[in-house]
């Protein structure tokens, strides 16, 4: 017969061991419900040399190395291009900018936004080109209206639409905001549109210049309503020189906002990083804005990110305020470990020491339960089986002495013993009647 302290052992043994696998059960539970840890290289897909996506982007990386993180750029014909690489898994792109009036959230189901980052007003820049609210000089023209796959393009060729204008009565060359500036100050081209944030180069500079001018929108109302994504802005004479009064008059400008756009699959933890970015690289005033103006929680085409929404509300994340950025991810990942952890085990822990004591009880009421069962023999059989009780009381008494417990439970083995020692004194009673 296998020693019961063995067996006891064991039986706490499989009690912790099952416990040991509940906890794995709940940790690999809670690891496939928040994901791996954050990654450390992303992709982010910007734009042509000397954009505004090309140097906000260059900002970007600039801070997000400082938490370790590594940004790599990925250059694009513009925020069309950024669209198409987001909307394709395969492309390994993670986020980018992307202009209003491109997408909504049935076309584009995987994707989301961290908020509106800056405006990009519609600039049409022109040389010897007659004003018309229709726009009818640009007819039999050389006007630039951006690349295949850009922002540009795609606003221009719907804006031109409006106006009667297509390739049958201008010419539309597929230039980028640079090629344009360039082409509009050499003279090879009539007018130029682009879709450029106020820092791009090419804006300032054309801005700047006598030689060419730039046009109002005397319709700029009736275009925002036919397309909401659109701001008004008035763009303050004299803001390109001041020396020049370029330009000479307060000009009617028409904007979509740039948002930063990013996959659904993007891990929170960088979420708040880039909403973090985003804050210092564009929270500033400028031309066209105040300071405050951007990041903005706002949703032109596709849904907010909860986490987005989260960071506006209240700001970043506790742990994230006062811990490195990977101290801080690693930190709130255990605590979202050791809350199935301490779920689990808790409980389960606090009940081993009320087993332990239960266990410890068994051994010796057990053979309380066999000393029951000799006075129960005594009472049915009389003196005729005092021998027999009495050997088997020895036994039982023995294996009392054997029984090893802690100093905890040493009482009721005590009182155990007593109780032998008062069945013996009943039965040696009853043991002279045999002689």
């Known amino acids: 017969m296998p020693d019961k302290r063995m067996v006891i052992a064991s039986r706490i043994l499989w009690f912790y061991v099952a ?33 505004a996506y090309e140097m906000f982007g260059e900002r970007y990386k600039r801070i997000l190395a400082r938490s370790g ?16 690489r987001l909307n394709d898994p395969r492309s390994g792109v993670s986020l980018g900018f992307v202009q209003g009036g491109l997408t909504d959230e049935k076309q584009s189901p995987d994707l989301m936004s961290l908020g509106t980052v800056f405006y990009e007003p519609f600039w049409f820049f022109e040389r010897g080109v007659k004003p018309s609210p229709r726009f009818e000089g640009l007819r039999g023209k050389k006007l630039s209206i951006g690349p295949d796959g850009s922002g540009t393009r795609a606003l221009a060729l719907q804006f031109l639409a409006l106006n009667g204008i297509d390739q049958k009565v201008a010419q539309l060359l597929p230039l980028s905001a640079a090629e344009s500036g360039e082409a509009l100050l050499k003279r090879e081209i009539d007018a130029a549109m682009m879709v450029a944030s106020w820092e791009t180069e090419a804006v300032r500079k054309l801005l700047a210049s006598s030689e060419v001018e730039l046009t ?31 330009p000479p008059t307060d000009v009617d400008l028409l904007a979509p906002k740039t948002s930063l756009i990013v996959r659904r699959s993007l891990h929170p933890a960088i979420q708040y990083l880039l909403l973090d970015a985003a804050m210092e690289v564009h929270s500033g005033a400028g031309i066209l804005h105040k300071a405050g103006r951007f990041p903005a929680p706002e949703q032109v085409d596709m849904v907010l ?84 009780l009495l050997a088997q009381l020895g036994r039982l008494e023995k294996r009392a002495n054997q029984l090893r417990v802690p100093l905890a439970f040493a009482h009721f083995l005590y009182a155990l013993r007593l109780h032998i ?15």
């Open 305 to 388: 990110s909860k986490d987005a929404h989260q960071f506006y509300k209240s700001g970043r994340p506790f742990l994230m305020r006062y811990l490195p950025f990977w101290l801080a991810v690693l930190a709130g990942s255990l605590l979202v470990l050791l809350i199935p952890v301490l779920g689990i085990a808790y409980p389960l822990l606090r009940m081993a020491p009320a087993l332990y004591g239960w266990s410890m009880r068994r051994r010796i009421f057990r053979l309380y339960g066999e000393l029951k069962f000799i006075e129960i023999e005594l009472e049915a059989h009389g003196d005729h089986a005092v021998q027999d």
């Open 19 to 51: 416990t040991g696998v509940l906890v794995l059960v709940a940790l690999a539970t809670t690891v496939l419900l928040f994901g791996p840890l954050p990654p450390k290289v992303l992709v982010m897909t910007t734009g042509t040399p000397g954009s």
């Open 421 to 435: 020692d008062l069945v013996r004194a009943r039965l040696q009673e009853l043991s002279p009647k045999r002689i």
């Open 69 to 84: 993180v590594e940004l790599r750029l990925m250059p694009s014909a513009g925020a069309a291009e950024n669209l198409q």
């Open 216 to 246: 109002s929108f005397p319709r700029a109302d009736a275009y925002v309503a036919l397309y909401p994504f659109l701001t008004k802005l008035v763009l303050p004479a004299g803001v390109g020189n001041m020396a020049t009064n370029r």
